[in-house]
T-cell receptor, first 106, second 111 residues
Framework: KNEVEQSPQNLTAQEGEFITINCSYS?????LHWLQQHPGGGIVSLFM???GKKKHGRLIATINIQEKHSSLHITASHPRDSAVYIC????????FGTGTSLTVIP | DADVTQTPRNRITKTGKRIMLECSQT?????MYWYRQDPGLGLRLIYY???????NKGEISDGYSVSRQAQAKFSLSLESAIPNQTALYFC??????????FGPGTRLTVL
């Protein structure tokens, strides 16, 4: 059983498109993280949020605690956004989604 | 300089060999973790430590051991490596307020 489910698993977009990646979870959490893993393998934390919405540049993350759902949005997507995006939930331990592989085509 | 470093970055070894992966952090975080990542699977927790004297097994600890030598250092050992331990290994630290920070990963291949 997967405590964290992400959709879609794979996503291809044209440069400039608005992108949404979804995360649903089934456990009680204190915070949700969105992580970015580049093709070279390194993982970077993009957001940590426990309520509402956060924005960094072209990235926006939202969370709805009642619905146990979070979304990561990328506005004006660019090829350098191509990466795997991972949703991670912090409850009594960390639970990870399997990731969404995003490819942005020029 | 990176906040979380791992050595080595790549390692090829043979079945039965003892391997140690090292992790160091400059974040000053008490909490440290070792994960492995396999294609098609999410990150899976091997061991974690919330303090120098605290060591806890994760969901896939069999075949692994760890040592928390200091707040800044957390080492993962494979006492007798086997091919299904071929994976990408990540060390991470976390702070409840500031989030989670990952090392660059160690790609381990066991032949």
């Amino acid at each position: 059983k997967n405590e964290v489910e992400q959709s879609p698993q794979n996503l291809t977009a044209q440069e400039g498109e608005f992108i949404t990646i979804n995360c649903s979870y089934s456990v009680g959490i204190s915070a949700l993280h969105w992580l970015q893993q580049h093709p070279g393998g390194g993982i970077v934390s993009l957001f940590m949020l426990s309520s509402g919405k956060k924005k960094h540049g072209r990235l926006i993350a939202t969370i709805n605690i009642q619905e146990k759902h979070s979304s990561l949005h990328i506005t004006a997507s660019h090829p350098r956004d191509s990466a795997v995006y991972i949703c991670a939930c912090r409850g009594n331990q960390f639970y990870f989604g399997t990731g969404t592989s995003l490819t942005v085509i020029p | 300089d990176a906040d979380v470093t791992q050595t080595p970055r790549n390692r090829i070894t043979k079945t039965g060999k003892r391997i140690m992966l090292e992790c160091s952090q400059t974040k000053g975080h008490d909490r440290m973790y070792w994960y492995r990542q396999d294609p098609g699977l999410g990150l899976r927790l091997i061991y974690y430590s919330f303090d120098v004297k605290d060591i806890n097994k994760g969901e896939i600890s069999d075949g692994y051991s760890v040592s928390r030598q200091a707040q800044a250092k957390f080492s993962l050992s494979l006492e007798s490596a086997i091919p299904n331990q071929t994976a990408l290994y990540f060390c991470a630290t976390s702070d409840p307020l500031f989030g989670k920070f990952f090392g660059p990963g160690t790609r381990l291949t066991v032949l």
